[in-house]
């Protein structure tokens, strides 16, 4: 069987246990790093934990029990980073902007862009991993569901992010890479016909998602939860639910997308939410083959 359809038989036999209820793995521990696997978490720490008592302790200790080796942060607040990285014991990028990576594996290398936002790059065994936070405003979803604008007013408004993606594929070239972040967009693989019910009776083509899989970036979320119906993997919001009397929109902002080389997404899924988790998004975690 070929990869990809490897993967899409994986994927429907998850979908699967999920749906009727068959109870998946148990959440990962640190362990020691297998050398052909890799762990990534993408994070928006909702202002660096500043919204919660005792934020940092809180994010680092899920980020022990997901078992990540890697995480993209998102929403830096002072020196979050560095307080979360010093908890942890790992390894931190410092760009003093609103995104950072940290590590419990070194870096091989560094780098750093205004493109896309802001984006920071460190390379880890081998593969280069960016962290990435697109432009907020012109929510798409609030066009659709609270203003009924047209399709052509939803791509027109999603322009700046379109060119923030862009920018980071640019950037990051064809070298395999692994793209994680809060991207403040749904995914074309999600405002489907399947899902217009609950997507304001919209069908998208979200321009900042579909550029990255039209470079040959796999979504690792939507590759092993394939039934976007089924398994939506809701991201924003695990708090904010009305909006000035309204619905909020639940929709898919955060992603691990990646691409190349034999890097292969074996497990994806959502990670948080109750009444302890400090931030106002899900985080995704993903473990990948190199």
């Given at each position: 069987?070929?990869?990809?359809?490897?993967?899409?038989?994986?994927?429907?036999?998850?979908?699967?246990?999920?749906?009727?209820?068959?109870?998946?793995?148990?959440?990962?521990?640190?362990?020691?790093?297998?050398?052909?696997?890799?762990?990534?978490?993408?994070?928006?720490?909702?202002?660096?934990?500043?919204?919660?008592?005792?934020?940092?302790?809180?994010?680092?200790?899920?980020?022990?029990?997901?078992?990540?080796?890697?995480?993209?942060?998102?929403?830096?607040?002072?020196?979050?980073?560095?307080?979360?990285?010093?908890?942890?014991?790992?390894?931190?990028?410092?760009?003093?902007?609103?995104?950072?990576?940290?590590?419990?594996?070194?870096?091989?290398?560094?780098?750093?862009?205004?493109?896309?936002?802001?984006?920071?790059?460190?390379?880890?065994?081998?593969?280069?991993?960016?962290?990435?936070?697109?432009?907020?405003?012109?929510?798409?979803?609030?066009?659709?569901?609270?203003?009924?604008?047209?399709?052509?007013?939803?791509?027109?408004?999603?322009?700046?992010?379109?060119?923030?993606?862009?920018?980071?594929?640019?950037?990051?070239?064809?070298?395999?890479?692994?793209?994680?972040?809060?991207?403040?967009?749904?995914?074309?693989?999600?405002?489907?016909?399947?899902?217009?019910?609950?997507?304001?009776?919209?069908v998208v083509q979200w321009p900042a998602t579909k550029l990255f899989a039209d470079a040959g970036y796999w979504d690792a979320y939507r590759?092993?939860?394939?039934?976007?119906?089924?398994?939506?993997?809701?991201?924003?919001?695990?708090?904010?639910?009305?909006?000035?009397?309204?619905?909020?929109?639940q929709d898919r902002i955060d992603f691990i997308l990646y691409r190349g080389g034999s890097l292969d997404a074996t497990s994806a899924r959502?990670?948080?939410?109750?009444?302890?988790?400090?931030?106002?998004?899900?985080?995704?975690?993903?473990?990948?083959?190199?």
């Open positions: 069987m070929d990869m990809k359809l490897r993967r899409r038989a994986a994927g429907l036999a998850l979908a699967a246990a999920l749906t009727l209820g068959v109870a998946g793995p148990a959440p990962a521990t640190p362990t020691a790093l297998a050398a052909d696997t890799l762990t990534v978490m993408s994070f928006n720490t909702w202002h660096g934990g500043t919204q919660v008592t005792d934020g940092v302790n809180k994010i680092a200790g899920e980020i022990t029990r997901a078992g990540a080796d890697v995480v993209s942060l998102q929403e830096y607040s002072g020196d979050s980073t560095r307080q979360i990285a010093a908890k942890l014991g790992w390894y931190a990028t410092d760009t003093g902007t609103h995104v950072d990576i940290i590590s419990r594996l070194p870096f091989e290398g560094e780098d750093w862009t205004s493109s896309g936002n802001g984006t920071v790059a460190v390379k880890i065994k081998g593969i280069w991993i960016y962290s990435a936070h697109l432009d907020y405003t012109k929510y798409g979803p609030y066009n659709a569901c609270f203003d009924n604008d047209s399709y052509e007013t939803i791509y027109a408004d999603e322009a700046n992010r379109k060119k923030q993606a862009q920018e980071i594929l640019s950037w990051a070239g064809s070298s395999p890479a692994i793209v994680a972040g809060d991207l403040n967009t749904p995914s074309h693989l999600d405002w489907t016909a399947d899902t217009k019910s609950v997507h304001c009776n919209s590759e092993v939860n394939p039934d976007e119906a089924a398994v939506p993997g809701n991201t924003w919001s695990p708090v904010v639910k009305s909006n000035q009397g309204r619905p909020e929109p959502t990670w948080g939410g109750g009444s302890n988790w400090p931030s106002d998004h899900l985080a995704v975690v993903a473990t990948f083959n190199l």
